[in-house]
């Protein structure tokens, strides 16, 4: 678990992060998200909102809306982006501190990737049934891992432009022993970050549909339905990413 102190990587990107990986999204999850949002009997929880790119729609659409990150410098961004009335709190999701009324808990862009272990999940399992009131609903999303991803070499992930310069970002995925994957980023930014390349580092855990619906129902509840790539793709072979909504 992140010690508290300890910079992770999202407080190093927490600038860049729109730019990043929020432009990398392709797909419609934040529309995907405020649809489900929208049939919620109560307020929604995001877990890991990040800068607010999810938690801004259901705000502009006048949905109650609590939004959750461990990383302040993340929550900086959405407290810029959504505003002085926002509900940002900093909490890990494995250490939820809410106690119950919401109806719906949001955990989109991969989030559970970052949960290792069966003690991860169960710590979540744990604060979430704290924090949500019964027949509440959890959406959870994660991309589809693909093996050639894992091959231990830098590649240039892209060069995107950025307030009129380039960002070029390189990754490099390995697998860790225990069945993990370490990433590594290195950004590159003309006149950020004191000059230098900014390197991260980070593990996750990639999950197939199968293992992710199996954790679903072992540490949350009954899945009842998976779209693929957020209803734009008919089936896995098709997706990169799936989508779990599990009933309590
Ligand atoms: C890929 S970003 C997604 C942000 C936002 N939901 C979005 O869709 O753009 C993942 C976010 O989860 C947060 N995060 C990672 N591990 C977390 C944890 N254990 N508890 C709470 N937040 C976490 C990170 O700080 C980051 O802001």
């Given at each position: 678990m992140h010690r508290p102190g300890l910079p992770v990587s999202y407080d190093r990107i927490a600038t860049i992060y729109d730019a990043d990986m929020g432009a990398s999204m392709a797909l419609p999850d934040v529309g995907y998200y405020l649809e489900q949002a929208r049939l919620a009997a109560g307020p929604v929880l995001e877990l890991g909102?990040?800068?607010?790119r999810v938690l801004q729609a259901l705000l502009a659409d006048g949905l109650l809306a609590v939004g959750i990150d461990r990383s302040l410098p993340m929550l900086q961004q959405a407290r810029a982006r959504c505003g002085s009335e926002a509900s940002l709190l900093q909490m890990d999701m494995r250490q939820l501190a809410l106690r119950g009324h919401f109806a719906l808990a949001l955990l989109p862009y991969?989030?559970?990737?970052?949960?290792?272990?069966e003690a991860g999940w169960q710590a979540l399992a744990e604060g979430l049934s704290q924090t949500l009131k019964e027949r509440a609903r959890i959406i959870i999303d994660a991309f589809i891992p693909r093996?050639?991803?894992?091959?231990g070499r830098w590649m240039r992930d892209y060069a995107r432009r950025h307030q009129g310069r380039w960002l070029v970002r390189h990754k490099r995925i390995q697998q860790v022993n225990d069945g993990s994957h370490r990433i590594e980023r290195r950004y590159r930014l003309p006149g950020a970050f004191d000059g230098r390349t900014l390197c991260t580092h980070e593990q996750i855990r990639a999950y197939t549909p199968t293992q992710l619906q199996a954790l679903c129902e072992r540490h949350?509840?009954?899945?009842?339905a998976i779209a693929w790539d957020y209803g734009q793709a008919a089936s896995a072979e098709d997706a990169r990413f799936c989508t779990l909504t599990v009933e309590r």
């Amino acid at each position: 678990m992140h010690r508290p102190g300890l910079p992770v990587s999202y407080d190093r990107i927490a600038t860049i992060y729109d730019a990043d990986m929020g432009a990398s999204m392709a797909l419609p999850d934040v529309g995907y998200y405020l649809e489900q949002a929208r049939l919620a009997a109560g307020p929604v929880l995001e877990l890991g909102c990040g800068s607010g790119r999810v938690l801004q729609a259901l705000l502009a659409d006048g949905l109650l809306a609590v939004g959750i990150d461990r990383s302040l410098p993340m929550l900086q961004q959405a407290r810029a982006r959504c505003g002085s009335e926002a509900s940002l709190l900093q909490m890990d999701m494995r250490q939820l501190a809410l106690r119950g009324h919401f109806a719906l808990a949001l955990l989109p862009y991969s989030l559970v990737t970052y949960l290792l272990d069966e003690a991860g999940w169960q710590a979540l399992a744990e604060g979430l049934s704290q924090t949500l009131k019964e027949r509440a609903r959890i959406i959870i999303d994660a991309f589809i891992p693909r093996p050639q991803l894992a091959d231990g070499r830098w590649m240039r992930d892209y060069a995107r432009r950025h307030q009129g310069r380039w960002l070029v970002r390189h990754k490099r995925i390995q697998q860790v022993n225990d069945g993990s994957h370490r990433i590594e980023r290195r950004y590159r930014l003309p006149g950020a970050f004191d000059g230098r390349t900014l390197c991260t580092h980070e593990q996750i855990r990639a999950y197939t549909p199968t293992q992710l619906q199996a954790l679903c129902e072992r540490h949350l509840g009954r899945v009842s339905a998976i779209a693929w790539d957020y209803g734009q793709a008919a089936s896995a072979e098709d997706a990169r990413f799936c989508t779990l909504t599990v009933e309590r």
